[in-house]
């Protein structure tokens, strides 16, 4: 038999091995997920026998977490923007500095938002940007683009989950076809696979679980930057937005890309921790 301040203590030293950067904030979660309650009110009874059901639930998460395994995948759910985000294998986990671009397009492009705009959210995996976006613009008409099967389960589920009306199309974001289908957009958003080979070679434990369709960018990271810019650019609308996330030191290389294929006023935004984790431009207008 075990106390939970006893289980409390053990999950604890044990999580320290595995990071001991972030150790006390898993053991919350993982004690707050098996037991269904908050933890300072759980450790109110800290000298109470935790039952074996509950002590299995932990065990369960422990093993899981101790291989290196996301914490998010084993919650099942994760915050971003303030918005809960079901998460699990074959999905990429929403991260704070993604959420710099909601940031971006609700305070620099305000007067855009104003007059029901048009989006489509490319490389929409969990659905979190293209959801927020709706949450945050409810007159706006969004679609989400997601190619994965798997996905596109999380995608509709989030949707259900957080009760918004957007459109989910399954297809390929570097085929053609796919963007031909769309027409006359305001904005368009992507936070694209954008690791070159080198990180991809040399990526922490926890990353290599998520799916790698989601994170590879090709040798130099910049592949679906290319592909994406090139083949959605007739798709906006002149005067229309597209913003993307990029990869540390990626802004001069993606702004020429932008630039190169008829795209005007670019914008760098920085994330929480100063880092360019943004690029938005507008599509020049037509003669």
């Known amino acids: 038999m ?11 030293a044990i999580l320290k091995k595995v990071d001991s950067d972030t150790y006390m904030f898993d053991a919350k979660c993982i004690m707050e997920q098996a037991f269904m309650i908050e933890l300072p009110k759980l450790l109110i009874s800290s000298g109470a026998t935790a039952s074996d059901d509950a002590v299995k639930r932990v065990q369960t998460m422990l093993d899981k977490r101790s291989t290196g395994y996301p914490l998010q995948y084993i919650l099942g759910e994760w915050e971003f923007y303030g918005l809960p985000i079901k998460v699990g294998e074959g999905v990429l986990i929403p991260r704070p500095d993604t959420e710099t671009i909601i940031d971006t397009i609700l305070e620099k492009y305000n ?40 996905a596109i389960e999380y995608l509709k589920k989030n949707t259900q989950l957080n009760g918004v009306d957007i459109r989910i199309v399954k297809g390929d974001v570097l085929d053609e076809k796919t963007a031909q289908s769309f027409e006359k957009l305001d904005i368009v958003v992507c936070n694209p696979p954008y690791l070159t080979k080198e990180e991809m070679e040399n990526l922490q434990k926890e990353v290599t679980f998520e799916p790698e369709c989601a994170l590879s960018g090709g040798d130099d990271g910049l592949d679906y930057y290319r592909k994406i810019t090139s083949v959605w650019k007739n798709s906006i609308k002149g005067g229309g937005l597209i913003l993307y996330e990029i990869g540390i030191n990626q802004e001069n290389d993606v702004t020429d890309i932008l630039c190169e294929n008829g795209f005007e006023n670019v914008i760098h935004s920085r994330d929480t921790a100063g880092i360019i984790r943004i690029i938005s431009a507008t599509r020049k207008q037509e003669d």
Request: charged share 25%; proline share 4%; with cysteine.
């Open 111 to 150: 007067d855009r938002i104003k007059s029901s705009p048009v989006i489509a959210d490319l490389c929409s995996g969990s659905g979190c940007i293209a959801i927020t976006l709706k949450k945050y613009i409810p007159n706006s008409d969004v679609t989400a683009v997601e190619y994965s099967d798997e």
């Open 2 to 12: 075990v106390t939970i301040g006893e289980l409390y203590t053990n999950v604890k």
